[in-house]
């Protein structure tokens, strides 16, 4: 099975400034997608970002990032130039590229304040 | 609808009460998903369909809970005789399928918010 583990239970920037978040993932294998998914005080779950496991290149959009280290199996996400309403809890997620719809895994979430 | 609707957005009941949470996905969306959110936690999946059958009802904490899903559109999870550490956020979500490619974004409602006393 799939784990998906986020060391940092929260996290707060300045605004204007960077912040990381890491994640690391236990998979044997070798098709996946990973995910951030955002979720503020409103609770519905927003994607950040997505990354497929075979491209090498890492995904970008907007002001975040991510740092894809396969053999590593590290997953970090960056926010550049943070902005108060990236005041969110953040989720890693995996999913098995093999099994078609199959579920998403979650971390356990990394709660980011920024402050002004 | 635009987006993915749950009801009731906040159910408050007594122990040992049933309960039934609504999801109404995006139209269109072949497959969904229910996952519960504990407080201050991660998600839990739950349960997954793909149209009206369900492939994946691995994570279906105990036999008080079920979910079905009819006509390939709305779901409703069940959950009897509910317990105090059944109180979380019930979390649905909806994503597309397409033919064999997966789109991997999963779209999700707002949860309903249940607690028992």
């Known amino acids: 099975a799939q784990t998906v583990t986020q060391s940092q239970p929260e996290m707060s920037v300045q605004e204007a400034e960077t912040v990381t978040l890491s994640c690391t993932y236990d998979?044997?294998?070798?098709?996946?997608?990973l995910f951030w998914y955002k979720q503020p005080p409103s609770r519905q779950m927003i994607l950040v970002i997505r990354?497929?496991?075979?491209?090498?290149q890492n995904a970008t959009e907007n002001r975040f990032s991510v740092n894809f280290q396969k053999a590593a199996k590290s997953f970090s996400l960056k926010i550049s130039d943070s902005q108060l309403g990236d005041t969110a809890m953040y989720f890693c997620a995996f999913m098995n590229g093999q099994a078609a719809g199959n579920k998403l895994t979650f971390g356990g979430g990394t709660r980011v304040l920024v402050k002004p | 609808g635009a987006g993915v609707s749950q009801s009731p957005s906040n159910k408050v009941t007594e122990k040992g009460k049933d309960v039934e949470l609504r999801c109404d996905p995006i139209?269109?969306?072949?497959?969904l998903y229910w996952y519960r959110q504990s407080l201050g936690q991660g998600l839990e999946f739950l349960i997954y369909?793909?149209?009206?059958?369900?492939?994946?009802k691995s994570g279906l904490p105990s036999d008080r809970f079920s979910a079905e899903r009819t006509g390939g559109s709305v779901s409703t999870l069940t959950i009897q005789r509910t317990q105090q550490e059944d109180s979380a956020v019930y979390l649905c979500?909806?994503?597309?399928?397409?033919?064999?490619?997966?789109?991997?974004?999963?779209?999700f409602g707002e949860g309903s918010r249940l607690t028992v006393l």
């Open positions: 998979t044997s294998e070798s098709n996946y997608y």
């Open positions: 990354q497929e496991a075979y491209k090498q």
């Open positions: 139209s269109g969306h072949t497959a």
């Open positions: 979500a909806s994503s597309e399928k397409g033919q064999g490619v997966i789109t991997g974004e999963l779209f």
């Open positions: 369909f793909q149209g009206n059958s369900a492939p994946d």
